[in-house]
């Protein structure tokens, strides 16, 4: 599960890298006039709220800071992933997840694992978008795994044989 993740954040950053600069803030018609760095920033504050909350063991996904400095500095954004790949890796343990559904706050329990899954599959998504976004906008080859979550990856290897 954390190899996974982090190699999906290390694939990430390569992609980032590779990205013409004007690219990253440029809002994009495909993703509803979003932008790559929009949908950058919304992965990672997601994967923050996670680790800040690991502490007190209460997350709250809806109460993330929405730095705008990560979604307009392409650079920040890469410091931003390496220091959740650097925090990650900690042990299970039970979590209370807090949601604002309605106008009313819902509690779930959960656990570090689980999230550490849903933030996983939550990236494979956004990277999937991101993909549409890089194609629309410039033309960069990226890597056919980009957007595609692991067990598509196997099943595809499978019935290729």
């Known amino acids: 599960m954390f190899k996974s993740s982090l190699e999906t954040l290390e ?49 709250s996904y809806d109460r993330r800071e929405r730095d705008l400095r990560i979604e307009q500095d392409i650079t920040f954004a890469l410091e931003k992933l390496s220091q959740i790949q650097s925090l990650l890796q900690q042990p299970n343990k039970n979590l209370k997840i807090t949601y604002e559904l309605a106008g ?27 993909k549409v976004g890089i194609e629309q906008l410039t033309k960069q080859e990226l890597p056919t795994s980009f957007g595609v979550a692991p067990s598509t990856m196997q099943y595809r290897k499978t019935c290729a044989q």
Do not use: W
């Not at 980032?16 to 990672?44: E, F, W």
């Not at 009313?104 to 956004?126: G, K």
């Open 11 to 59: 694939q990430f950053k390569h992609i980032l890298s590779a990205l013409p600069m004007d690219c990253y803030s440029q809002k994009c018609s495909v993703l509803s006039n979003a932008t790559i760095g929009q949908h950058t920033r919304h992965v990672i504050e997601l994967y923050l709220c996670l680790i800040q909350g690991y502490k007190t063991a209460d997350v």
């Open 104 to 130: 009313e706050t819902a509690c779930l329990d959960s656990n570090y694992y689980r999230e550490v899954m849903y933030n996983l599959e939550h990236t494979i998504h956004h990277h999937a978008l991101i």
